[in-house]
């Protein structure tokens, strides 16, 4: 079945212990993303990638970081997590020709993270 | 970048009734444009989308126009059912990033 998948769904931890989200996807899919979504403001992209060691800046990068090593794998990390990174988090995947992102985002289930 | 605005933030239908949402969007060069919808507790999932060179795509129940001179789109939900209760985000996408509206939330009275 194709998927992405993330884990853990549900984390709970303390401000300033490094915390790591995986994201894989089993699609062949060159085109993944985190996005964080909160109430009132919607999906807010953090970071994403083009392809394998490919890696750009969303519009809420800050306190994030990302690598891209393989395809499949598009891990999320928090080096110093803060309370205000308690969020849903959702990892994505799509494929693209070219330099043109031609079809649907695919979600996985998401991330709840609580940092205290 | 690409700026998405979403209104309503929330409506509320009887059943039966139909449903408009409406997008704007900033980047005249965006040529894709999705809608998705997310249930309460689960992740989102793509409804139906549209192209720049379409002006209009029907699935059933649910449609999209596009109107690319002004710069806004809609989804429209005919004959709306209890299971038409969710979040729904539109998007734009310019330069590979997808743009999302902050969402609208829909509720169908029975």
């Known amino acids: 079945e194709a998927q992405v998948t993330q884990n853990p769904r549900y984390l709970i931890t303390v401000t300033g212990k490094k915390l790591t989200v995986t994201c894989s996807q089993n699609?062949?899919?060159?085109?993944m993303s985190w996005y964080r979504q909160d109430p009132g403001l919607g999906l807010r992209q953090i970071y994403y990638?083009?392809?394998?060691?490919?890696?750009d800046k969303g519009d809420v990068p800050e306190g994030y970081k990302v690598s891209r090593k393989e395809k499949r794998n598009f891990p999320l990390i928090l080096e110093s997590p803060s309370p205000n990174q308690t969020s849903l988090y959702f990892c994505?995947?799509?494929?693209?020709?070219?330099?043109?992102?031609?079809?649907?985002?695919?979600f996985g289930n998401g991330t709840r993270l609580t940092v205290t | 970048g690409e700026n998405v605005e979403q209104h309503p933030s929330t409506l509320s239908v009887q059943e039966g009734d139909s449903a408009v949402i409406k997008c704007t969007y900033s980047?005249?060069?965006?040529?894709?444009f999705p809608w998705y919808k997310q249930e309460l507790g689960k992740r989102p999932q793509l409804i139906i989308d549209i192209r720049s060179n379409v002006g209009e795509k029907k699935d059933q129940r649910i449609a999209v126009t596009l109107n690319k001179t002004a710069k806004h789109f809609s989804l429209h939900i005919t004959e709306t059912q209890p299971e038409d209760s969710a979040v729904y985000f539109c998007?734009?996408?310019?330069?590979?990033?997808?743009?999302f509206g902050k969402g609208n939330q829909v509720v169908v009275i029975p």
């Open positions: 980047d005249s060069a965006s040529n894709y």
């Open positions: 998007a734009a996408k310019g330069n590979n990033r997808l743009a």
């Open positions: 994505a995947s799509s494929s693209y020709q070219g330099q043109v992102v031609n079809s649907p985002l695919h």
């Open positions: 699609m062949n899919h060159e085109y």
């Open positions: 990638s083009m392809n394998v060691e490919v890696t």
